[in-house]
């Protein structure tokens, strides 16, 4: 075992305590509204630690230290385009302070005002779909990264996966959004102290000057197979791939749900904006210090003539820090990795179980069900999504590295529900017609790629930007050939 006592001791301290605090919680549920967006009152500095907090998972840890592994520094390109979306979309209000100032629960719930119930069923089901699909892999590379930092066999790692989805699966279905914040709170504060932390060490273990001479050594030599610095490079992700992230990246900041439930459950629309801005540099070195992890493991394997066996370019950024990280140290990262799922896997699944039940079962009820039926059914919604991630996380494999596999399976909902929600709330000539077009139609090359990708070598940007495209074509089309004509239903704000 890699860890020490004493690395175990603040593990168990910490991941009681945030269980503890997450069940406290639990008194002040009383319906619905509170269980999925804590009752509107989140104020701006808890509302950018939970932003901050529920973005920063490990699997976030893990795709970008992968990208640092496989792209040197360029692959923190996407940390600096996600910064710009984000503050552009804090700045102007673009979609969101309308949306916030509707008074709705989910995105799919603002369609039933502009293009009817049928619609916004439809947006419900691919939102779910495009979600649920998108955290699939979470608890995998949660429990990967737990393996090869602590020193557990691999044979662990399912039962690790369990254990993880069950401290998780408590206090989320009963504190709801309440015990999400409480629990991004601590592990905003945490994990920052942890990531600063460890980024002092690598830079101390490697070295700076070593560092970037052995990025420049391989690529030289042709182990490093992109360029190290230049992200449109040809061997990098290039401009095509750059200007897909770029509207992909403005769409997830107006449409990704587990961003848009903390602009939902803000004051008012102009704290979510300012919450926007606030939080918006801080993507930036989301990316950049795991990259840089994933480059000094990069650096370090190659100076020990490879990676061992069992290791590939996803865990050699946890199987490294494991070599390098003084006692104490590790206890704590390592808490704070289990903080950063715990918080992102809560948030997920709070978020889609609520969307699954305020979009897809609710307006399928004859009668409203009573504050307890609706927070009962909601809860268990978010019972069988734990199953549902432990089931497809230990099955399916990758047909890429994690980031592509994220984006494109987020162009599921993202590319045709952002069009959607543009269309409706700044186009006065779109049609229902027009809005099921948009969203069967941006699917189609997500879909594709996840299904064939890998033994069709579809590129994950032709994917995803496809999306955008026939989504659009679909809007424009579709409306374009049929009358605007009044929503079936109206959901009151």
């Known amino acids: 075992m890699t860890l020490s006592l004493v690395d175990w001791s603040i593990i168990v ?16 549920v009383r319906g619905v509204q509170e269980f999925a967006v804590a009752g509107r009152h989140m104020d701006l500095n808890l509302g950018i630690a939970s932003l901050a907090a529920t973005e920063l998972g490990l699997v976030t840890i893990m795709y970008a230290a992968q990208l ?14 996600i910064w710009g979306a984000m503050w552009f979309v804090g700045r102007t209000g673009f979609v969101i302070g309308p949306m916030r100032e509707a008074g709705v629960m989910t995105i799919p719930e603002l369609f039933a005002k502009r293009f009817g119930t049928r619609v916004r069923w439809l947006a419900g089901l691919f939102v779910a779909v495009g979600g649920l699909l998108n955290m699939g892999i979470f608890l995998r590379l949660g429990g990967e990264f737990l393996v090869h930092a602590t020193g557990l066999p691999p044979s662990q790692l399912e039962w690790v996966m369990t254990g993880l989805l069950g401290l998780v699966l ?8 309440l015990s999400v914040l409480v629990t991004d709170y601590l592990q905003f504060l945490v994990m920052g102290v942890g990531i600063v932390a460890v980024s002092l060490v690598v830079l101390w273990h490697t070295g700076w000057g070593n560092l970037v001479s052995g990025l420049d050594t391989a690529w030289n030599a042709g182990q490093l197979k992109a360029h190290p610095y230049n992200p449109l490079h040809a061997s990098n992700f290039g ?28 004051r008012d629309a102009a704290t979510a904006q300012r919450m926007y801005r606030r939080t918006s540099f801080y993507f ?44 104490g140290l590790i206890g704590i990262v390592v808490a704070g990795m289990l903080a950063a799922e715990m918080s992102t896997d809560s ?16 307006p399928c009820l004859r009668r409203q069900p009573s504050a307890k039926v609706e927070l009962l059914l909601t809860r268990l919604i978010v019972l069988g999504i734990a199953l549902f991630l432990l089931i497809y996380g230990l099955w399916y494999e990758l047909p890429g590295n994690a980031w592509d ?23 006065p000539r779109a049609t229902p017609a027009g809005a099921a077009a948009a969203l069967v139609l941006g699917a189609v090359g997500p879909i594709l790629f996840l299904v064939i990708g890998k033994s069709h070598a579809i590129a994950p940007e032709v994917a995803g930007a496809s999306s955008f495209g026939l989504a659009a074509a679909g809007m424009i089309v579709g409306s374009l050939l049929t009358r605007r004509s009044p929503p079936s239903a109206v959901v009151p704000a």
């Open 13 to 28: 301290v910490y991941l009681v305590g945030c269980l503890v605090a997450g069940l406290w919680m639990r008194r002040y």
């Open 68 to 81: 640092g592994y496989e792209k040197g520094f360029a692959g923190a390109t996407i940390g600096v385009v």
């Open 170 to 177: 408590v206090y989320t279905m009963l504190g709801g959004m």
């Open 239 to 266: 401009w095509g791939y750059l200007l897909w992230q770029a509207a992909f990246q403005i769409a997830c900041a107006t449409t990704w749900q587990t961003q848009i439930s903390r602009v939902l459950a803000a």
């Open 284 to 327: 930036v070195g989301r990316f950049l210090l795991p990259a840089l992890w994933g480059a000094a493991a990069f650096v370090w394997f190659a100076n020990q003539g490879g990676l061992p066996e069992g290791v590939n370019s996803l865990t050699a950024m946890p199987h490294y820090l494991s070599l390098i990280l003084p006692i």
């Open 347 to 362: 948030g997920y699944m709070l978020t889609w179980g609520t969307v699954i039940y305020n979009d897809l079962v609710r």
């Open 405 to 427: 596999y994220l984006a494109v399976t987020g162009n599921i909902y993202l590319a045709s529900v952002f069009t959607l929600l543009v269309a409706g709330l700044y186009w």
